[in-house]
């Protein structure tokens, strides 16, 4: 069973590096452009409820309509949506943050902990729907953080979430044995899959 996930196209925060978690940021003119659609089918379409990942969805798979999961959102950064590292590195919270980010969070933002068992409750309505429904693939577009999380908790090869390198012009297909996946084990093979179109081409 596979299940791939990608994370949406460039937006304009992520060209100016703030942070983007809860923000409704559409796609920047770029990113739009960037994205093609992709030729392989899946059986079941899955997507963030933000503008940036349904629109991603929308280009990737133009004739589906992804069902939408809150939990699949980012992690909420609170007072520092929208904020560069420049303007918060002088800020103690926000160093705090950097230093144990599993043990402090944003000022009105998500923990650590609520994030990952957010995305749990995403994840699991996920899998009952693949197996509810007896299908064997589903594309998942979503957001960097959830893409690092996930790749921490169920690919090959265990790496902490900060080692994992999530780019935005490549997503990830999980490969698993239907029933590890049932059991929620490790998937059996991880491979990426070419996102992007060259801007040049």
């Avoid at 133009?62 to 939408?68: K, N, Q």
């Amino acid at each position: 069973m596979v299940i791939a996930l990608f994370r949406h196209g460039v937006t304009k925060d992520n060209e100016q590096k703030a942070y983007c978690g809860w923000t409704d940021t559409p796609l920047s003119q770029a990113g739009r452009h960037r994205i093609q659609s992709m030729q392989q089918n899946y059986h079941l379409y899955f997507s963030s409820d933000l503008t940036r990942c349904t629109q991603t969805s929308n280009l990737l798979f133009p004739e589906r309509t992804p069902i939408p999961l809150t939990e699949l959102r980012e992690m909420h950064f609170g007072q520092w949506e929208g904020k560069t590292f420049s303007e918060l590195k002088n800020v103690p919270a926000y160093q705090d943050w950097i230093s144990n980010p599993s043990g402090c969070s944003p000022p009105e933002g998500e923990r650590f902990d609520q994030f990952t068992d957010r995305l749990h409750i995403g994840w699991s309505k996920i899998i009952g729907q693949l197996l509810h429904d007896q299908v064997r693939c589903a594309a998942v577009v979503t957001h960097g953080g959830v893409i690092r999380y996930l790749l921490s908790q169920f690919a090959p090869v265990q790496k902490a979430f900060w080692e994992w390198y999530v780019p935005h012009d490549k997503a990830y297909e999980f490969i698993f044995d239907k029933d590890a996946l049932r059991r929620g084990e490790r998937c059996t093979l991880l491979q990426e899959v070419p996102l992007t179109v060259n801007v040049n081409g």
